[in-house]
T-cell receptor
Framework: DQQVKQNSPSLSVQEGRISILNCDYT??????FLWYKKYPAEGPTFLIS?????DKNEDGRFTVFLNKSAKHLSLHIVPSQPGDSAVYFC?????????????FGTGTRLTVIP | SAVISQKPSRDICQRGTSLTIQCQVD?????MFWYRQQPGQSLTLIAT?????????ESGFVIDKFPISRPNLTFSTLTVSNMSPEDSSIYLC????????????FGPGTRLLVL
């Protein structure tokens, strides 16, 4: 049972515009959420995270929004650059329980068109 | 952040054989983990590599199939035993620098093809 879902397998955006990647989760116990970026033949690179006590976290061009009532989070990239083209994974976990499991979505392939 | 390396980066193996994957970090870390990403799938945690004791396996993964070692705070190995084509995946190690951070950082992965 997929507890973290990324329903859009791919997204294409023009350079300079906003990219919005979406993620839904089913487990209400999740309280820590992360976004990773993955280039081909490389491991996932940590981008940004958010705790469930916040609804927004910003780091440069990247902003993550969390809507707990909807069990939904999104990653905004503004402005999008060709180097942002990669597969983006969202992940979720339950902090403080001693459990180590990050639950990942299946990824969204972002293509930024020059 | 520390540099995480994995060896080999890729391999092609015959069914019935075993492959050991190494993960090396250039600084001491609190936690080390092993994940698998099967073709078209998301990343799935195999186990937590515990330093000086047996690894903690997730549901669906067993020590006989995926023995893990972690002799110190910078190194771990994952062995994929008695391989079958269904074991063809990318295997990734990840690390956590402190329990308070709970953010995992990943190595480059090992791409395994079993014929």
């Amino acid at each position: 049972d997929q507890q973290v879902k990324q329903n859009s397998p791919s997204l294409s955006v023009q350079e300079g515009r906003i990219s919005i990647l979406n993620c839904d989760y089913t487990n209400s116990m999740f309280d820590y959420f992360l976004w990773y970026k993955k280039y081909p033949a490389e491991g996932p690179t940590f981008l940004i995270s958010i705790s469930s006590i916040k609804d927004k976290n910003e780091d440069g061009r990247f902003t993550v929004f969390l809507n707990k009532s909807a069990k939904h989070l999104s990653l905004h990239i503004v402005p999008s650059q060709p180097g942002d083209s990669a597969v983006y994974f969202c992940a979720a976990s339950v902090r403080g329980t001693g459990a180590n499991n990050l639950f990942f979505g299946t990824g969204t392939r972002l293509t930024v068109i020059p | 952040s520390a540099v995480i390396s994995q060896k080999p980066s890729r391999d092609i193996c015959q069914r019935g054989t075993s492959l050991t994957i190494q993960c090396q970090v250039d600084s001491q870390v609190t936690m080390m983990f092993w994940y698998r990403q099967q073709p078209g799938q998301s990343l799935t945690l195999i186990a937590t590599a515990n330093q000086g004791s047996e690894a903690t396996y997730e549901s669906g993964f067993v020590i006989d199939k995926f023995p893990i070692s972690r002799p110190n705070l910078t190194f771990s190995t994952l062995t994929v035993s008695n391989m079958s084509p269904e074991d063809s995946s990318i295997y990734l190690c990840s690390v956590e620098y402190s329990r308070s951070q709970e953010t995992q950082y990943f190595g480059p992965g090992t791409r395994l093809l079993v014929l």
